[in-house]
T-cell receptor
Framework: NAGVMQNPRHLVRRRGQEARLRCSPMKGHSHVYWYRQLPEEGLKFMVYLQKENIIDESGMPKERFSAEFPKEGPSILRIQQVVRGDSAAYFC????????????FGDGTRLSIL | GESVGLHLPTLSVQEGDNSIINCAYSNSASDYFIWYKQESGKGPQFIIDIRSNMDKRQGQRVTVLLNKTVKHLSLQIAATQPGDSAVYFCAEIPASDKLIFGTGTRLQVFP
């Protein structure tokens, strides 16, 4: 999955801590999407952002989760006060946003909550 | 909330045979349909897409068929190779840009 960079690849947190997941889109891409995947399931949409704007956050839990895509730097998915149920793989995708262009995915961050 | 995870349906094929992976989608208003391949520990990799005004599209060794009447999508892989072993997801795009993924099919290729 050349281009979309996510870090860290693995993240371990204790219940109640904060998790920050980072995503740098492919060069030339200004649209970022975050998805969550549980084991043996498909990816579930969370949020869609453009630079400095949240376009669609219909898949984000109402509490504890937030996302941003600043003018400079990577997109950040932030989970506050993590719980065991937050354990999952979180994937970021990016696209140009011009016409129909496929979303290209990073290799994800595996979040484990102890 | 999240649904309980189930074991993925598995398709086992012999190397060299053709594979057909099926998918039912839900939104008749979707404009695009995409097939992704996901290998263990990696993110989904784009394979092929098809617009809703088409019923067939071919790529290298892959063909996607779209039947809008029954909301069915299929991916055909010719001469399946060991490197094709992965989980395959179909995804649809309704009016917004977000992808809606299906549940996935695990393809196992044996010699």
């Amino acid at each position: 999955n050349a281009g979309v960079m996510q870090n860290p690849r693995h993240l371990v947190r204790r219940r109640g801590q904060e998790a920050r997941l980072r995503c740098s889109p492919m060069k030339g891409h200004s649209h970022v999407y975050w998805y969550r995947q549980l084991p043996e399931e498909g990816l579930k949409f969370m949020v869609y952002l453009q630079k400095e704007n949240i376009i669609d956050e219909s898949g984000m839990p109402k509490e504890r989760f937030s996302a941003e895509f600043p003018k400079e730097g990577p997109s950040i998915l932030r989970i506050q006060q993590v719980v065991r149920g937050d354990s999952a793989a979180y994937f970021c995708a990016s696209s140009t946003g011009r016409g129909w262009q496929p979303q290209h995915f990073g290799d994800g961050t595996r979040l484990s909550i102890l | 909330g999240e649904s309980v995870g189930l074991h993925l349906p598995t398709l086992s094929v012999q190397e060299g045979d053709n594979s057909i992976i099926n998918c039912a989608y839900s939104n008749s208003a979707s404009d695009y349909f995409i097939w992704y391949k996901q290998e263990s520990g990696k993110g989904p990799q784009f394979i092929i897409d098809i617009r809703s005004n088409m019923d067939k599209r071919q790529g290298q060794r892959v063909t996607v068929l779209l039947n809008k009447t029954v909301k069915h999508l299929s991916l055909q892989i010719a001469a399946t190779q060991p490197g094709d072993s992965a989980v395959y997801f179909c995804a649809e795009i309704p009016a917004s840009d977000k992808l809606i993924f299906g549940t996935g099919t695990r393809l196992q290729v044996f010699p």
